[in-house]
């Protein structure tokens, strides 16, 4: 379903059967629903959906279009210099609850997933009938346990556990929930970005859980995060095509947003040789360097990827961007094709861009 058009609601047919064909004709193989759109600064826009207004599990996006531009707001607001180690602005009560490993660490360490915090952790199966209290409780137990350990290399290992952080300290010095910090923008935006979408009636699947033995839709795929109550730092959120739109609208125009998308502007690099194409870590956000964002803005857009299928990019200077949502994973955790799906339409978005 066509939704928006270049300027107008008149738009050349040939532009919408292009975008709609690419996005379905990698259907069902790579993933069963999608949804698509290149939004320009100018205000000029093209969007395709398989189904009206249908909610992703954004999985990490979580992490870009949250946690991270959140951190920035809450140490401007609390006058917290990133590259202090936490315990220099930490409350009494985040004192108490995080060890001094964790503590030692700072922020722009853990957004640039630099702390030398492992990846990943298992959260759901290690302590199976271990009474470890609240969800809250939960996550400091085990980002404790993780830092019993001696931590690795301030070098760049893309970290859950680092997000999972971040979310934790927010919880505690903020004295409220992440889904109720959220709601503080979404009645800003109008976006309806959420981390329980329960009052959408089209949710795409997200894939048979055999661990909790259902069809997952409108529930987090990611264990760690489902365990922990739904809303963490590094996943949780659920949204469509337009909830994402206008969240990253609201967000580069509010001062902390655009200080957050400068901040990861500075740090890009120059993108790699084509034979060592990553995604790097910024301070939240992620460089489009890698295979599938490479072609759009010649790996100098900033963004993020999901495990569910999802992405953004955004060129930081003129504030073009891209959404592109799948619900890859409904067919299995590997989804090969996701990756040259990807990389078809950051190609279009990048012609259709140029056109401009």
């Not at 040939?14 to 290149?38: C, F, H, M, Q």
């Not at 009206?52 to 951190?71: E, M, N, Q, Y």
């Not at 409220?176 to 959408?200: F, I």
Request: with cysteine; aromatic share 10%.
């Amino acid at each position: 379903m066509f939704l928006g058009g270049y300027g107008s609601l008149g738009v050349v047919d040939s532009v919408v059967v292009t975008l709609k064909t690419l996005v379905e004709n990698d259907r069902p193989e790579i993933y069963r629903e999608a949804s698509a759109g290149i939004f320009l600064a100018t205000g000029k826009s093209l969007e395709f959906e398989t189904k009206p207004s249908l909610v992703f599990d954004l999985a990490s996006l979580t992490k870009g279009l949250f946690t991270a531009p959140r951190i920035f707001q809450f140490a401007a607001e609390r006058g917290i210099l990133l590259e202090r180690p936490i315990s220099e602005s930490a409350s009494l009560e985040l004192k108490s609850r995080l060890s001094p490993a964790l503590l030692s660490l700072t922020y722009d360490q853990i957004l640039s997933h630099t702390s030398g915090l492992p990846a990943w952790m298992n959260t759901y199966t290690e302590c199976l009938g271990v009474d470890t209290g609240s969800s809250l409780a939960k996550l400091g137990f085990h980002l404790n346990r993780v830092a019993q350990r001696p931590l690795g290399p301030k070098t760049f290992c893309y970290s859950d556990i680092g997000f999972l952080l971040l979310g934790f300290i927010l919880q505690v010095e903020t004295k409220m929930s992440l889904g109720k910090q959220l709601r503080a923008w979404t009645d800003l935006s109008g976006s309806r970005l959420s981390y329980a979408p329960l009052d959408r009636p089209e949710v795409a699947s997200t894939g048979y859980c055999p661990m909790r033995q259902r069809e997952l839709k409108g529930e987090v795929h990611d264990e760690n995060c489902f365990y922990l109550g739904g809303e963490t730092g590094h996943a949780g959120l659920f949204g469509s095509l337009l909830d994402v739109k206008l969240h990253l609208n609201w967000l580069f125009k509010e001062s902390f947003g655009l200080s957050f998308l400068h901040r990861n502007a500075l740090v890009r690099k120059l993108p790699h040789q084509n034979s060592h194409l990553t995604h790097d870590g910024l301070l939240g956000l992620r460089q489009g360097s890698g295979l599938s964002a490479y072609d759009f803005c010649s790996g100098l857009a900033i963004g993020h990827l999901g495990f569910t299928g999802t992405a953004f990019w955004i060129e930081p200077e003129s504030k073009d961007f891209v959404i592109h949502l799948t619900n890859r994973v409904a067919n299995g955790r590997l989804s090969k094709g996701i990756t040259q799906s990807r990389q078809n339409f950051c190609e279009f978005a990048n012609s259709e861009r140029a056109k401009c």
